[in-house]
């Protein structure tokens, strides 16, 4: 039991559906004991999810984003350059400064960069911080 009543950097959550790949950027789900896959760039990330699952109620390990030690792969949406903000994408995926106007959520700095979409990448993650993209003049 964890006795202390604190966690490290990961905890283990229930899929609330099927993972199919790793490295993805996850939510709470309306079940909190569940987590889900970000499907839009507005969702809170609570960390990236290191596991698969086959489907729901599978127990997978999730990295809380701001208390990682060291860098963590993260999956791109979009080519991404060494040593620029990240932010939360659609499909639990990262990318650069997004081009549209909007909020977002910052979730750290790319070490590596990423070619293509769906490379990964590597990130060293802070905790959350929601932005607001202003459109360019």
């Known amino acids: 039991a964890n006795e202390s009543a604190r ?16 490295w993805l950027l996850g939510k709470l789900a ?18 990236i999810i290191t596991d698969e699952a086959a489907g729901e109620n599978e127990p997978v390990a999730v990295e809380l984003l701001g208390a990682i030690a060291g860098s963590i792969p993260a999956v791109a949406a979009a080519p991404i350059a060494a040593g620029v903000p990240v932010y939360g994408a659609a499909g639990g995926k990262v990318q650069s400064q997004p081009g549209t106007p909007g909020q977002y959520y910052r979730i750290g700095t790319s070490l590596t960069a990423a070619s293509l979409a769906g490379d990964l ?6 905790v959350p911080q929601i932005e607001t993209i202003e459109s360019e003049l």
């Open 121 to 126: 990448l590597q990130i060293v993650t802070c």
């Open 7 to 22: 966690y490290g950097s990961a905890i283990t959550k229930l899929s609330s559906g099927p993972i199919s790949v790793r």
């Open 30 to 47: 309306t079940d909190s004991r569940k987590i889900e896959i970000c499907s839009a760039p507005t969702d809170l990330p609570l960390g």
